[in-house]
């Protein structure tokens, strides 16, 4: 079991920068990979990052390459996000997820969301 809280979502100016933590309890978090989803409103819920479980290798939407960063800290049961360069379309709720990979694609779980963090870019 996995539990997930989020956290350092906030207001920015177009072209700065935020880093958002997730948080997981539980002994198997080293066991999943994890991915960041987001959800804008009105908009249905997208990937935008994922890293496996040891942290080698990483997956990012198109739309975020170059600008964000996925990694982790076992020791620390946490996966971060940092995002550079943010634009007015970042804006969204961010989750966390503990899930799964299938060769290069990250599968999210169903059962292991966090409760989301606000990440508003103002123009």
């Known amino acids: 079991q996995v539990q997930l809280v989020e956290s350092g979502g906030g207001l920015v100016q177009a072209g700065g920068s935020l880093r958002l933590s997730c948080a997981a309890s539980g002994r198997t978090f080293g066991a999943y990979a994890m991915g960041w989803f987001r959800q804008a409103p009105g908009k249905e819920r997208e990937f935008v990052a994922a890293v496996t479980w040891s942290g080698g290798s990483t997956h990012y939407a198109d739309f975020v390459k170059g600008r964000f960063t996925i990694s982790r800290d076992n020791a620390k049961n946490t996966v971060y996000l940092q995002m550079n360069s943010l634009k007015p379309e970042d804006t969204a709720v961010y989750y966390c997820?503990?899930?799964?990979?299938?060769?290069?694609?990250?599968?999210?779980?169903?059962?292991?969301w966090g409760q989301g963090t606000q990440v508003t870019v103002s123009s």
């Open positions: 997820n503990a899930g799964g990979y299938s060769g290069s694609y990250y599968y999210p779980s169903n059962d292991y």
